[in-house]
């Protein structure tokens, strides 16, 4: 039996953009729907299931980034935002919205091709070398006190109370629990979460630790849960419990 190709969903306003990305991905053997908005999306997504969304930020009506939030709370199909503007605060507000990467404008088609390929490769399996160490039927992973539900993906801290995490923030903490006491540098963690490599000018991974520390009420000056190895990276200085549901 033949494997259906991939579905991908382009939502970009410009007519031009969307053609262009639409007949160079099905050349390359996807399966592509193109729309121009938010509304033009929702009736696509009720209409098809797609494995991966290619998000324009600049939109007519709703932007993207709301259009990312509102996604991820009840569904986890991968997105890659495109941004006109490449800074890093631009970045991270994709990755705290639940995107899966991001892509600033211009860009070949090429580029968004292994965007795609990476971040599909992700999302369906750990690269063999960092396999994960917790178990797929695990619910709950125990911490320093603290516990991450993996199916309502949320934190909850020692004293009971409930702490949301955005895509960003739980993928990445998903990456610290599954390789506890072990330190992984930039590089690696780019790669576990977002499926690409660091470049030199690129802080996403720094400003979504210290997030993620401020969630984990760690201490930025003198971390207890998620340490600084100067020089290496970060580490998740606590050992993991699973428990199933």
Known sequence: MTESPDHILIVDDDREIRSLLS?????QGLRCTAVA?????????????????????????????????????????????????????????????????????????????????????????LPPNLAAQASAHTRYL???????????????????????????EYRLLQVFLSHPQRVLNRDQLLEL??????????RSIDLLVSRLRARLRDDAREPAVLKTVRGEGYVLAATVAGAAE
Do not use: N
Not at 73 to 95: E, F, K, N
């Open 23 to 27: 007949d160079y991905l099905e050349r």
């Open 37 to 125: 908005d938010g509304r033009q999306m929702q009736a696509a997504l009720d209409k098809h299931r797609f494995d991966l969304i290619v998000l324009d930020v600049m939109l007519p009506g709703e932007d993207g980034l709301s259009l990312c939030r509102k996604l991820r709370v009840d569904s986890q199909v991968p997105i890659l935002m495109l941004t006109a503007r490449g800074d890093d605060m631009d970045r991270i507000l994709g990755l705290e919205m639940g995107a899966d990467d991001y892509l600033a404008k211009p860009f070949v088609p090429r580029e968004l091709l292994a965007r795609i390929s990476a971040v599909l490769r992700r999302t369906r399996a």
């Open 142 to 168: 125990d911490f320093a006190q603290w516990r991450l539900d993996t199916a309502e993906r949320h934190l909850i801290a020692p004293d009971g109370v409930t702490v949301p995490l955005t895509g960003g």
């Open 193 to 202: 979460t977002q499926g690409r490599e660091a470049d030199a000018f690129d």
